[in-house]
């Protein structure tokens, strides 16, 4: 694990920018192709606006969701909206975008969210693995991607051998789609960014060992894969 400490968020969103478009231009030297699995929110729009302007091979690159509610893509809190509102833009308008479903069935119990998370396993099956980068954000609760601690699927989550999972937050709204735990740890290089005072406590805090209520910590205690923690 390496920390990168920027002195704002803008600071941040451009300095890692710049890291993500290294991997994926080294990806693309050595195999012809990259894969970026990215987070949704409000935090990563900074990010994804330095990342979508600089020079790289777009169309050599598939972007991903890490985590996805399960709304319309037209749903004010859409993942698939909000990339491609901010992301696949300008030079990066070339990337390709597969996200984990099309429509939603017209309920969605746990039932039904299996057979979603079935679906977006056989559609990721198709993609390059292992994916190249994969950019994390975390909540004050500790989740990272949609691994919610206590809630309903977050124990397949954990421990599935596919790359998708179904949770539903007993915290937050939505049920979600999330890549699982060892398909995070599978990628070649894991980035976390943390802003906020109130974040970083919980990091420190994650950081001390693994711990399943803190589902961040299990991305950070690990030797599997190499993580890039940037904090401001």
Request: charged share 20%; glycine share 6%; hydrophobic share 45%.
């Amino acid at each position: 694990m390496k920390e990168h400490a920027c002195n704002s968020a803008a600071e941040l969103a451009w300095q890692l920018a710049d890291s993500i478009a290294e991997r994926l231009h080294g990806a693309i030297n050595l195999r012809g192709h990259a894969v970026l699995a990215v987070s949704g929110g409000k935090s990563p729009i900074a990010l994804f606006e330095a990342l979508r302007v600089l020079p790289l091979e777009w169309q050599r690159v598939t972007v991903l969701l890490v985590d996805e509610r399960c709304v319309p893509h037209d749903h004010a809190e859409s993942n698939t909206a909000l990339v491609r509102r901010h992301l696949l833009q300008d030079a990066a308008a070339a990337a390709t975008f597969v996200p984990f479903f099309d429509t939603l069935p017209d309920t969605l119990d746990d039932a039904a969210l299996r057979r979603l998370a079935d679906a977006a396993n056989r559609r990721l099956a198709t993609q390059p693995w292992p994916m190249d980068m994969a950019v994390l954000g975390m909540g004050e609760d500790g989740h990272t991607a949609s691994l919610f601690p206590g809630a309903p699927g977050l124990g397949k989550a954990l421990h599935s051998s596919g790359p998708v999972a179904w949770v539903r937050p007993t915290t937050a709204p939505h049920a979600r789609l999330t890549l699982t735990l060892p398909a995070l740890l599978a990628t070649r290089e894991l980035a976390l960014s943390i802003s906020g005072a109130s974040k970083l406590a919980v990091y420190q805090q994650a950081r001390l060992g693994a711990d399943e209520t803190l589902p961040v910590s299990l991305i950070l205690n690990q030797h599997q894969t190499p993580v890039n923690v940037w904090m401001a």
